[in-house]
């Protein structure tokens, strides 16, 4: 791999994440309506399962990944 | 000719296969050239811009289109040298036939010209300039200057508001607005 040089990649952020970062900010720098609109790409759930003995339990939504550990 | 006995019968039948397999590689290299895209017009540009939500252009000719390439901005005419580049946030501007000038502001992506006077272009968000709020840029701006500036050096968050700084600075140059 060669060296990184993007400050970001060198405080561990890939690429996606950083592309996604630019468009969250430049999404809330917008008037409304283009806004709302925009927004809508934004919004994503989390649903949690907890599997055992090779089948898959139900599925609940989760607020965030860092719960899904717990 | 007479195919009724059995020899005849099998004689006739390579003949015909041999013929078949003759003609096949030829019918599918014609219908494979069918396959090929059709060459922009003289002295114009084939545009594809696409956001994973939606499609802007989809083969459309234009004149050109310069891109706000991550190591320098350039523009791209009819028979550009093959191409691909990262885009920085900045304003990508696509020179039509008829002359119209039409910018968009985007915030990252890439753009890809391909030989045959092609380039795709694509983006998470492309948006008119006249959809950019100044006054939550400059606010935006400021909070991330200072979310940069209480953050640990090199650390995610530190990365995260210098992102923000960055493109909000983006946002700001292009409105014309003095981001420092």
Redesign the interface.
């Known amino acids: 791999m060669t060296t990184p040089t993007t ?2 990649r ?4 890939s690429y996606v994440q ?6 969250s ?7 409304e309506p ?2 709302s609109k ?1 927004m809508t ?1 934004e919004t994503f759930s989390y649903n949690k399962s907890v599997w055992s003995n090779g089948e898959q339990g139900a599925k609940k939504l989760t607020d965030s990944l860092a719960a899904v550990g717990k | 000719a007479n195919v009724s006995t059995p020899t005849a019968k099998r004689i006739t039948t390579m003949f015909a296969q041999l013929a078949r397999r003759a003609v096949r590689p030829a019918a599918t290299a014609a219908a494979r050239r069918q396959f090929a895209d059709a060459a922009p017009a003289a002295g114009l540009m084939k545009l594809n811009f696409n956001l ?2 939606e499609t802007l252009y989809d083969a459309v000719n234009v004149k050109s289109v310069v891109v706000p390439g991550a190591t320098g901005e350039y523009e791209v005419t009819a028979d550009h040298v093959p191409i691909v580049a990262e885009m920085k ?1 900045g304003m990508l501007t696509i020179n039509h036939e008829d002359g119209e000038e039409e910018k968009y ?1 985007v ?3 890439f753009s890809l010209t391909h030989e045959g006077s092609t380039t795709d272009i694509v983006c ?2 492309a ?2 300039l ?4 100044a006054a ?2 400059t606010k ?1 701006f400021e909070a ?1 200057k200072a979310k940069a500036a209480s953050a640990e050096a ?3 968050e ?3 508001a ?3 700084v ?3 600075k983006a ?1 700001g140059n292009a409105l014309g607005l003095a981001m420092a």
Do not use: H
């Open positions: 400050f970001w060198l405080a561990g952020v950083y592309v996604t970062k630019a468009t900010c430049l999404r809330a720098a917008l008037k283009a806004k925009a790409q | 994973p939500q946030a502001f915030a990252g992506g998470p968000e948006v008119k006249d959809d950019i709020d939550a840029v935006n991330a090199g650390s995610i530190a990365a995260e210098m992102i923000e960055e493109t909000n946002m």
